[in-house]
């Protein structure tokens, strides 16, 4: 029960780690490199970081550092995606491989999409004469699973219990866009929790929750492990219209890691689908 309790812990704390991480970007810190405190790589060349392209002069957020995830996820970020991860204290001396890049804790990053359609400014709640929320960004944080000392038998069993919790006080179970949905108890009004694979074919189970705040836009965060790229975890948020498009948000998390993706791996074609 352990690595399950970790993981509520990761969700819970994972709005004040995006508002962490926005900070430790755009800080001005005379004393510290910011590309450093963010594990920004960007100087490597050689056959394996062939497929970077160079940076546009007229696009300035094109620069694209460099994050290994682990061996089989080494993603080279557009800066304007606000990617960030854990701090790393020097560049690598030279970069000419991958094994030359340090493994990074997790990574961060920010996608847009137009999932709530057109909708009337004066739908997004305000403080004072700026909006609380921007609607359809999505923040994700990816984590690499770490090797289980448990025997199958165990994990099993800590997966059932989690299952059994997390399907616990739902009521008025109905489809949405795919995924199976209920209302949570009465102590988190308007509150659903969704589950379902996050493609017909593909073996990964989305877990989300979706919250109203008095707001027509529906806060859904979403929190589960995955076994592609050798077992990642998957956080992300978003504020939007329609929790209907849960899936499709999911997918354009998972569309950018395979875009962004230096390596060529069968787990990348895999989260395509």
């Not at 394996?48 to 061996?71: C, M, Q, W, Y």
């Not at 690598?92 to 094994?99: D, L, M, S, V």
């Not at 219990?161 to 997390?166: G, L, N, P, Q």
Request: aromatic share 6%.
């Amino acid at each position: 029960m352990i690595n399950g309790l970790r993981r509520c812990s990761s969700a819970a704390t994972f709005v004040a780690i995006v508002a962490t991480v926005a900070l430790a970007t755009s800080c001005d810190n005379h004393h510290q490199n910011p590309q450093l405190a963010n594990g920004w790589v960007t100087d490597c060349s050689g056959p394996e970081f062939s497929k970077l392209s160079p940076p546009s002069s007229a696009d300035p957020g094109s620069t694209r550092p460099i994050f290994r995830v682990n061996d089989q996820l080494v993603v080279a970020v557009p800066t304007k995606n606000m990617p960030s991860a854990g701090r790393i204290e020097d560049e690598p001396g030279a970069c000419r491989t991958i094994a030359d890049l340090p493994k990074i804790p997790y990574l961060y990053f920010v996608i847009q999409g137009d999932w709530s359609g057109v909708h009337k400014p004066e739908a997004v709640p305000r403080d004072g004469d700026r909006n609380r929320i921007r609607p359809d960004a999505v923040t994700v944080r990816v984590e690499r699973e770490l090797p289980s000392t448990l025997s199958v038998d165990d994990q099993r069993e800590i997966d059932q219990s989690v299952s059994k919790v997390w399907h616990e006080d739902i009521r008025d179970p109905q489809e949405i866009g795919g995924l199976t949905c209920g209302k949570m108890g009465e102590a988190i009004r308007g509150g659903m929790r969704c589950s379902g694979h996050r493609a017909p074919s593909d073996p990964d189970d989305i877990r989300l929750t979706s919250h109203s705040n008095n707001t027509p836009f529906l806060l859904l965060q979403a929190n589960y492990r995955s076994s592609h790229y050798g077992g990642i975890h998957i956080y992300w948020q978003v504020w939007t219209l329609d929790l209907a498009h849960a899936r499709d948000i999911d997918r354009a998390v998972w569309n950018s890691l395979t875009e962004w993706n230096l390596l060529n791996t069968s787990s990348a074609q895999t989260a395509q689908q």
